[in-house]
């Protein structure tokens, strides 16, 4: 079983893991992936586990936050909420609303923290390595969501090349080939019809809001 996607996946990839170092100098690049959204879109809890906190600190960067510790091993932490939706202590569940996002600095929120636009900011920590500066035990966070937590893969250095030859995601088998998501290595995929052109098509459950397939 695959963790949860963080945002509706119509919500694209502005920022990756350990982009940008100029940037992050004291982490030697970006420590997260960051996802932009407008402020108000729901967030969901990648996998369950207890939020150990729920609230700000001030010296994070990050606004209001929610951690939620999963499998006793990874931190996962969601940063620029506008809202809450759990709180410090709670149990959550795999694919539950934990808040809406926020980060937009140039509205009226106080707390959007370091941000230059409404996004989120996902930061997966991996419990068991060492927390300490640069890293403080982050990993990837595209690895970690197309991993299967059920095993003992080690998230951090395992990572599975996929090589297609084709593939086409989209709303309708019209002729409109608009991409509508990344594909990423752990999604499920299942056929659903006979080969076109030697092709077979193709479904993707995604977390898109309506809980509907993209063919």
Same mark, same amino acid.
């Given at each position: 079983?695959?963790?949860?996607?963080?945002?509706?996946?119509?919500?694209?990839?502005?920022?990756?893991?350990?982009?940008?170092?100029?940037?992050?100098?004291?982490?030697?690049?970006?420590?997260?992936?960051?996802?932009?959204?407008?402020?108000?879109?729901?967030?969901?809890?990648?996998?369950?586990?207890?939020?150990?906190?729920?609230?700000?600190?001030?010296?994070?960067?990050?606004?209001?936050?929610?951690?939620?510790?999963?499998?006793?091993?990874?931190?996962?932490?969601?940063?620029?909420?506008?809202?809450? @939706?759990?709180?410090?202590?709670?149990? +959550?569940?795999? /694919?539950?609303?934990?808040?809406?996002? $926020?980060?937009?600095? &140039?509205?009226?929120?106080?707390?959007?923290?370091?941000?230059?636009?409404?996004?989120?900011?996902?930061?997966?920590?991996?419990?068991?390595?060492?927390?300490?500066?640069?890293?403080?035990?982050?990993?990837?966070?595209?690895?970690?969501?197309?991993?299967?937590?059920?095993?003992?893969?080690?998230?951090?250095?395992?990572?599975?090349?996929?090589?297609?030859?084709?593939?086409?995601?989209?709303?309708?088998?019209?002729? @409109?080939?608009?991409?509508?998501?990344? +594909?990423?290595? /752990?999604?499920?995929?299942?056929?659903? $019809?006979?080969?076109? &052109?030697?092709?077979?098509?193709?479904?993707l459950w995604v977390s898109s809001g309506n809980g509907q397939y993209l063919e």
């Open positions: 079983m695959k963790p949860f996607w963080p945002v509706d996946m119509v919500f694209q990839i502005i920022q990756r893991w350990m982009e940008n170092p100029a940037s992050y100098p004291n982490r030697g690049g970006h420590p997260g992936t960051d996802f932009t959204l407008p402020v108000g879109n729901k967030l969901y809890a990648v996998w369950g586990g207890k939020c150990t906190f729920a609230g700000y600190r001030p010296s994070s960067g990050y606004g209001r936050e929610v951690d939620i510790l999963v499998n006793d091993r990874w931190l996962v932490i969601y940063g620029h909420l506008s809202t809450y @939706n759990v709180s410090t202590g709670d149990m +959550v569940e795999w /694919g539950q609303v934990i808040g809406l996002s $926020g980060g937009d600095p &140039n509205d009226d929120d106080p707390i959007d923290g370091m941000s230059g636009g409404a996004h989120l900011h996902l930061e997966i920590r991996d419990q068991t390595k060492p927390q300490t500066y640069p890293l403080i035990g982050a990993v990837d966070p595209e690895i970690w969501l197309a991993t299967d937590l059920d095993t003992q893969t080690d998230v951090s250095t395992d990572i599975v090349t996929v090589i297609t030859d084709y593939i086409n995601i989209r709303l309708d088998p019209s002729t @409109n080939r608009a991409g509508v998501g990344r +594909v990423l290595y /752990g999604m499920d995929l299942e056929t659903c $019809g006979e080969p076109v &052109n030697g092709f077979y098509p193709v479904k």
